[in-house]
């Protein structure tokens, strides 16, 4: 009996597998196009402003994540993890995409009140250079709406596992993102090439509006008022996103404010090429595997053998890719970042070492947060996100006078292995036993 369990399992997961790899190259073709547009708008940044104009997208991309970070990782997460529970009914799917839209809502909100009249100075007088406050307002606060909504419908779509569909639609959005970006570089100011990438962003949720419009006798969603069941499903996965805002995005606005701040622009560019880099390539891997990976695992969440057995696998998978991908990069260093951004880059080679270890840490990272994630261990999240950054704060205090811009990678490196070692601890039952 319990050796015919067991076959049943090993078939379940060779089609679990397959499926996995069917999906992913789909997904794939999706992210390997929009990585190759993110870096071709840090190449038009390199060569047309130099480093100091990577250091100001970097900071930037940053600012606009502590907007689309907490509805991302909050209630776009919690929507591809109900839409994904076959247990639910439809009528409650319906309610949590509309209590979701006004949660996303007063979290923008919020948070422009927060960023811009409480600290101004500190977030956006080093974006508005050329135009006035008002007119950088008047893009800055409708795009990045538009961004929010951008990411909202295609959790819709990532929830139903339409990958083919999701494909499509990014690589559209892709487009009109790089071209607004080429326009707002070439012909404007600094401003308006910052805002540029913002604007182009958000006009991708018109690609993902027109989809589901499209299809609205089939995928049927409402906008009514919020219920307190959803919003309290939501607010869990809210509590996990806020953690990742304070100890990951806001904890590196700080640094590279301090950073810019102690070395200048132009310094701070080569670390932010290397840091680019790896936001390029985790691009690829978290919209391959983690647009996949996460509603089907949400599906699997009341079977524990099929789960474990999953994501043992696709950990195995995505280690190995991983290394063979990193070690390509490491051998190639200077070559890759006079390619992807200009003459001279190559000098931040020295920093690319530490950093591709940090980044194999990373992403195995990532599997495992998504697993507590999908088990809305809210508590465990927190607790790993907020050790990960004690020790990423302490390394750059102890090391950054002797080691200056090194110290900030080595610091990244330290700062993952110990994420993914608390993430083995706390998942310890489910992947041990």
């Known amino acids: 009996m319990e050796l015919e369990e067991k076959t049943k399992l090993e078939v379940k997961t060779r089609l679990l597998k397959s499926n996995f790899l069917k999906s992913s190259s789909w997904s794939f073709t999706a992210v390997a ?19 100091a104009g990577i250091t ?27 839409w994904s529970d076959a247990t639910l009914k439809e009528e409650e799917k319906r309610r949590i995409f509309r209590t979701g839209f006004w949660v996303t809502l007063c979290i923008y909100m919020a948070t422009l009140g927060a960023l811009y009249f409480w600290q101004k100075e500190y977030f956006f007088d080093r974006f508005i250079q050329e135009l006035s406050a008002r007119e950088f307002l008047m893009i800055f606060i409708p795009a990045v709406f538009l961004m929010l909504m951008s990411g909202y419908l295609n959790s819709v779509i990532l929830a139903l596992r339409k990958v083919k569909v999701y494909a499509i639609i990014n690589i559209s959005g892709l487009v009109i993102l790089v071209a607004v970006v080429y326009l707002g570089v070439k012909y404007g100011t ?3 090439a910052l805002l540029s990438f913002a604007l182009g962003y958000g006009l991708m ?49 700080g640094v590279r404010d301090y950073i810019i701040d102690l070395y200048g622009l132009d310094r701070t560019g080569l670390w932010q090429s290397v840091a680019k880099m790896s936001t390029s390539y985790l691009l690829v891997f978290t919209g391959t595997v983690g647009v996949v990976y996460y509603p089907k695992m949400a599906s699997l969440i009341h079977d524990r053998a099929a789960l474990k057995y999953y994501v043992a696998r696709v950990m195995g998978f995505v280690a190995f890719v991983s290394v063979m991908c990193l070690g390509v990069y490491y051998l190639n260093k200077e070559f890759v970042l006079k390619l992807f951004f200009d003459n001279g880059f190559e000098k931040a080679a020295y920093l690319v070492r530490y950093q591709v270890i940090g980044d194999l840490f990373c992403i195995l990272s990532y599997l495992l947060a998504y697993l507590l994630s999908a088990r809305v261990e809210t508590m465990k999240y927190i607790g790993a996100q907020l050790i990960s950054a004690a020790i990423y704060l302490g390394c750059i205090s102890l090391l950054l006078q002797h080691y200056q811009l090194e110290a900030l990678t080595l610091a990244y490196m330290w700062r993952y292995i110990g994420f993914f070692f608390i993430l083995v601890i706390f998942n310890r039952k489910l992947l041990f036993r």
């Open 205 to 253: 949720s018109f690609v993902a509006l027109g989809y589901l419009i499209w299809r609205r006798k089939s995928i049927r969603l409402s906008f009514g008022k919020p219920d307190w069941k959803s919003l309290k499903r939501i607010a869990r996965f809210i509590a996990m996103a806020i953690s990742a805002i304070v100890f990951g995005r806001l904890l590196d606005f």
């Open 33 to 51: 196009f929009r990585a190759l547009g993110g870096l071709t708008i840090n190449k038009l940044f390199a060569v047309l402003l130099g480093p």
């Open 190 to 192: 600094i401003d308006q």
């Open 56 to 82: 100001l997208l970097s900071h930037f991309q940053n600012l606009t994540s502590l907007f689309t970070l907490l509805p991302s990782e909050g209630v776009n997460r919690s929507i591809m993890k109900y």
